[in-house]
């Protein structure tokens, strides 16, 4: 029994030193994984916050883009206005001269408007003469005309304006009918 004790003794002090001769090594492993661990939780930490700098920079980009969409718009109506601005203060002088001259000026003026609306992708609808179309007319009244042709425009009240295609207000028309 004192050889068992001992051979026991000898076979736990064999195994615990076999133990113990794997701890360094499992020690090293367990510190390389909790290293590796770390690294991969700074990385993914770095990652997300690169995320949301991205997210934060395009909501930021959709601002500016929203605030400043007409930036360009509005340079090229500038020359308009200062245009309208100069004609209403010629206009307005005592010793008022030609008036046909601010009346070019205004003419001159408003083929500069309708230049840059055209740019912008905005289009007048002036429908006069042409048959009448309830998707792109308002009418505002109907009136009997034996010269026009029944349903067809005989006058526009205010035009109407088309964006890129879309319309954005109807023409206001009377309408002509048969007599009687």
Request: net charge negative.
């Amino acid at each position: 029994m004192a050889d068992e004790n001992t051979t026991g003794a000898a076979g736990e002090s064999g195994a615990e030193a076999g133990a113990q001769a794997e701890l360094p090594a499992g020690g090293d492993e367990l510190a390389a994984a909790r290293a590796e661990a770390e690294a991969l939780r700074d990385q993914l930490l770095r990652v997300q916050a690169e995320a949301e700098n991205v997210r934060r920079r395009a909501q930021r980009d959709v601002e500016n883009a929203h605030k400043f969409a007409l930036e360009k718009f509005t340079g090229e109506l500038l020359p308009v206005l200062d245009s309208l601005e100069k004609a209403v203060e010629i206009a307005r002088k005592p010793d008022l001269g030609d008036v046909a001259a601010i009346a070019e000026g205004v003419e001159l003026s408003l083929r500069m408007f309708l230049g840059v609306m055209a740019k912008a992708g905005i289009e007048q609808v002036n429908p006069l003469g042409e048959p009448f179309d309830p998707q792109r007319h308002e009418a505002m009244a109907m009136v009997p005309n034996p010269h026009a042709e029944p349903n067809s425009v005989m006058d526009v009240m205010q035009k109407g304006y088309l964006l890129n295609g879309r319309l954005v207000r109807a023409a206001m028309v009377v309408v002509s009918k048969a007599p009687g």
